[in-house]
């Protein structure tokens, strides 16, 4: 074992700050991450072992006690449950007979829960020793447990479990323009460092992770800091519950990305981008591999790029582990160099002290491809679109309750009510604008608008009709939030606990109005006291439910005004003084 | 009023006047002006942590950590207000429902700051539905023992080792509410490192994690720092002598 782990070391240059890349390798290898192995990486990187345990048991794809040969984790997003992932994962457990996170016996398989795994347009959806199989169903659920049985290799697993689909249901400005490879780099160089940058400072193009920030005004601020290096990190951790529009431009536009990626390396003078692509997509590493050779080969990256003397750019591929606080900006950051994904304190601000403390553009994967086409195509091409404050377009991952899941281009200001007319949704109850964190819209609200003046997005777009349970899908929600905490702060380290452990209480017919009071407290301190976006709006949709569906809310609670008192709750200390946990030491079969 | 600010820069405490230097947090800049802001992780000997949020205050009309929060001329902040100590008491409440807190067996009652903050928070319960979390006690060390169960994760103890001691005894390991203090040994007992009694690490906890051991109540409870006098005047009156 020891030897290995030298050589991999040695692959990665011995540089403690691939950490998290070594990690990745020595789990695809042994499977977990075993004490031994942890003193070990620790002596080869120079680095304590604390350390190297800390960032080891941050990631949720990382393992520090053993796991089955194959570990198989169930995507957990509400649209997978929707179309019935737990029946399917209730089945594969009794073929095993164990329970969820339990580790078979024989050391074979364990079966686990993972956050939205990003194939909600084909859910329900799964990871088997990090790979991804998509349109679950009895019928391949019953193939994957023959292969686990027969102890066959995932690597040798027939094709086509692991097919991915397509499903690119409407083109706009930036998915039906047509790019020459290297038009948008021409273009750039042709303006200049700084034209390019005032370009795209003139298209007025906002950034599509999230935060809508101004992309020129990014660039320009990270041109005019000092520093010895630049960079530019390309956002492709797409962690948000629904969407998985990013995963699309990652495969059949991914030659615009990285141009993108190219013309903002030049407009900022950096010489070097990273992808920090989610593990969970694994699947589109290949393509993007043998993308950047084939760009080197073409002199669309390396040095002299285009024949320009100084235009020296490539780009290095980075892979998550598990982690959707790593989509946060500097968490990434801390990710890329190899750390706990721990948002950092601002400022100062990525853009002068980013990656290696150094002036770093962090942008989202659709922002580069607008940029790509801005540079070849101009501003104006790209302004004459859209709204007065949100320019251009928006790409939607559309999932749930609707005829026609896949991706939507619309430009900016497209009501709510034409996308679900486009995706053929009927009898909707509801629809889940940006994600979890994004905002809960009703029936009432259709005719919004999405743009970052009135109902902003990230780009989920999560349907739910009227036979849905709403409290169902916030208790989803709750869950996410409470598995993906970083837990640096109070509010959302035990915040997210609290509300998950509340809103259970309401969802199983247990609550009070106290309760719902107690939630709107919750949300009222997360989004004052937290210290990074996911604090921020971990209790937005909550809030939204308590607002917008009161009615479902008051339906279930128990008493209206009477404080319920949870006896089978209060006698947890008994039963783990008394080490039993049986159903005899319960006061209902339902447990805590 | 400039962007830059000058020496005699002042921002606005609660309606009083408070001078700070450049790259002086709020929070610096108030305690060194005798003004006390409740905190847990800033520790004047390092660098702002802005983890626990104890802090907090509204600037401006926007809340934030003031110990990560710089200084600027002219800023209005507001502290002593309702809503603000509101917001404080929830997030002690907090600390006291993820921990094991039993005060009045505890060996830094009287000594703990997290006790301290709550009496001057007016936290009389915990209020919310404790988690009981399963944190077994370390007693390998021979000196020292390490009670988890009031661990606040404010790494001090981390930092502390890591910076002063250059020994990174300490780190967190896990994430969310599962996030836990651990030791650098292969064998997660503390007897294995190289822990020194006199290292800088053993005096930081705020709580009642890192205790030497044999030395339980040698001052008895009731004569200890907060019985005697409230937080606010004891960190004014530290900082001070600092
Ligand atoms: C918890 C959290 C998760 C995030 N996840 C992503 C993500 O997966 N992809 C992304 O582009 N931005 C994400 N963001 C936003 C980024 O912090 C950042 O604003 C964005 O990458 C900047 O790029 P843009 O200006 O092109 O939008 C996330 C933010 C938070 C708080
Ligand atoms: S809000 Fe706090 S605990 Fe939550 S993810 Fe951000 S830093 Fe971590
Ligand atoms: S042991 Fe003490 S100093 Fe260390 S993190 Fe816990 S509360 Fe902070
Ligand atoms: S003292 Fe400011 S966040 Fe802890
Ligand atoms: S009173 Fe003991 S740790 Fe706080």
């Not at chain 1, 790209?382 to 619309?410: M, N, Q």
């Not at chain 1, 905002?439 to 036979?467: I, K, Q, T, Y």
């Not at chain 2, 981390?158 to 910076?163: G, I, N």
């Amino acid at each position: 074992m020891n030897h290995d782990l030298t050589a991999l070391v040695g692959r990665h240059g011995g540089d403690g700050s691939r950490l998290v890349q070594i990690l990745r390798e020595v789990m695809a290898v042994e499977g977990w991450i075993s004490p031994p192995t942890i003193t070990e990486l620790a002596r080869l990187l120079h680095l304590s072992r604390a350390h190297v345990e800390g960032v080891a048991g941050f990631y949720a794809f990382f393992a520090t006690t053993p796991h089955g040969r194959f570990r198989v984790l169930f995507s957990d997003n509400v649209t997978d449950v929707m179309a019935g992932s737990h029946e399917l994962r209730k089945r594969m457990l009794d073929s095993f007979r164990i329970e969820l996170g339990e580790v078979s016996r024989d050391g074979l398989v364990s079966v686990g829960a993972t956050s939205c795994t990003g194939l909600c347009d084909q859910g329900p959806a799964l990871l088997v020793n990090g790979h991804a199989i998509a349109r679950l169903t009895p019928a391949r659920i019953g193939a994957i447990t023959s292969l686990i049985r027969a102890g066959s290799p995932v690597e040798q697993w027939p094709d086509n479990l692991f097919t991915i689909d397509h499903h690119v249901e409407r083109k706009d400005l930036l998915l039906g323009t047509e790019l020459a490879p290297g038009a948008g780099i021409d273009a750039a160089s042709g303006r200049g460092r700084a034209g390019t940058v005032a370009e795209i400072e003139a298209s007025l193009l906002r950034g599509r992770g999230g935060a809508g920030f101004s992309t020129g005004a990014k660039w320009k601020a990270c041109a005019a800091a000092p520093g010895e290096q630049r960079y530019v990190v390309c956002n492709a951790d797409e962690g948000e519950p629904g969407t998985f529009k990013d995963r699309e431009l990652l495969r059949e536009w991914a030659p615009l990305v990285v141009e993108g990626m190219t013309v903002a390396g030049w407009a900022v003078g950096a010489h070097k981008g990273l992808i920090y692509l989610r593990g969970e997509y694994l699947f589109l590493l290949p393509a993007l591999e043998a993308l950047l050779e084939e760009r080197r080969r073409a002199g669309l990256l390396g040095a002299g790029i285009r024949g320009v003397p100084g235009f020296d750019f490539d780009v290095e591929i980075h892979l998550g582990a598990g982690a959707y606080v790593c989509g946060e900006e500097s968490a990434l950051l801390e990710s890329l160099e190899g750390k706990r994904g721990i948002p950092r304190n601002r400022p100062p601000y990525p853009v002068t002290h980013g990656y290696r403390q150094q002036p770093t553009v962090v942008n989202n994967v659709e922002t580069l491809v607008a940029a790509a086409l801005i540079a070849a195509r101009g501003a104006d091409w790209f302004r004459a679109v859209g709204t007065p404050k949100s320019a251009g377009t928006k790409i939607h991952s559309v999932s749930g309750d609707v005829a026609r899941p896949g991706i939507y281009e619309f430009p900016f200001g497209t009501s709510i009510r034409t996308l679900l007319t486009a995706a053929g949704a009927t009898k909707t109850q509801a629809v889940m604008v940006g994600g979890p964190s994004g905002v809960l819209v009703s029936a009432s609200e259709f005719d919004r608008r999405v743009a970052f003046e009135d109902v902003p997005s990230a780009g989920a777009f999560m349907v739910f009709d009227d036979s849905r349970d709403v409290l169902s899908v916030l208790d989803n929600f709750a869950h996410f939030f409470a598995h993906e905490s970083c837990g640096f702060c109070t509010p959302c380290r035990v915040g997210t606990t609290v509300q998950r452990q509340i809103l259970g209480r309401v969802v199983a017919g247990k609550g009070s109005r106290r309760d719902v009071d107690e939630l709107l407290q919750v949300s009222r301190l997360l989004k004052a006291t937290s210290h990074c976006g996911l604090g921020h709006t971990a209790g937005n949709a909550v809030l939204d439910g308590l607002t917008k569906f009161r009615p479902a809310f008051d339906r279930r609670l128990s008493s209206l005004d009477v404080p319920t008192f949870d006896l089978d709750a209060a006698l947890a200390p008994a039963r783990e003084a008394t080490a039993r946990d049986d159903a005899g030491a319960h006061l209902d079969e339902e447990g805590p | 009023m400039t962007d830059t600010p000058e020496a005699d820069a002042t921002f606005q405490l609660d309606g009083h006047d408070v001078p700070f230097e450049p790259g002086q947090t709020i929070l610096q800049a108030a305690l060194a002006a005798g003004k006390y802001i409740p905190y847990l992780c800033f520790h004047r000997e390092f660098h702002p942590h802005g983890s626990c949020k104890v802090c907090t205050v509204k600037v401006n009309g926007r809340t934030g950590a003031s110990c990560t929060t710089p200084a600027r001329p002219g800023d209005v902040v507001e502290s002593e207000t309702e809503e603000i100590r509101d917001l404080r008491r929830h997030l002690v409440q907090f600390l006291f429902t993820e921990g094991n807190h039993f005060c009045p067996s505890c060996e830094q009652s009287g000594n703990c700051t997290l006790q301290a903050v709550g009496y001057d928070l007016g936290v009389t319960t915990g209020h919310y539905v404790p988690l009981f979390p399963n944190r077994p006690l370390d007693a390998s060390h021979p000196e020292v023992l390490l009670d988890f169960n009031r661990c606040i994760l404010c790494e001090l103890c981390v930092r502390a080792s890591t910076l002063v001691d250059h020994k990174s005894v300490f780190a967190l390991s896990g994430r969310g509410i599962d996030k836990h203090l651990v030791v650098n040994a292969e064998s997660g007992r503390l007897a294995d490192t190289n822990l020194a009694v006199d290292d800088k690490a053993m005096s930081v906890c705020p709580v009642g994690v890192i205790q030497r051991k044999r030395r339980g109540f040698l001052v008895p409870i009731g004569k200890r720092t907060y019985d005697e006098r409230p937080i606010r005047e004891v960190a004014v009156d530290r900082e001070k002598e600092a």
